[in-house]
């Protein structure tokens, strides 16, 4: 299952960072790979890397859906503490 959400994971974080315009459908996919994660607390505690990649999705569904609400094209693409 981990394997899974990791691919899932690694799916969004790519299309984001690719795309020309980011769209409602990367903030769906980071919200849907959240909720993945939140599914795998059901067979036990996680990981602290997992929980972090959960919050991050958070984040990323909350600002694109944000940016895109206010006309705007999110101000960044990827982790924002990146260099």
């Known amino acids: 299952m981990n394997n899974f959400v990791l691919t899932v994971f690694a799916k969004a ?34 990981d602290p890397d997992m929980e972090e990649k959960r919050k991050y999705c958070v984040f990323k569904a909350g600002s694109i859906m944000k940016a895109l609400k206010e006309g705007k094209q999110p101000d960044f693409r990827g982790n924002p503490n990146d260099p």
């Open 13 to 46: 974080d790519k299309e984001e960072r690719e795309v020309e315009t980011i769209t409602k459908k990367q903030a769906i996919d980071f919200k849907r790979v959240s909720d993945f994660v939140q599914i795998l607390t059901l067979f036990g505690e996680l």
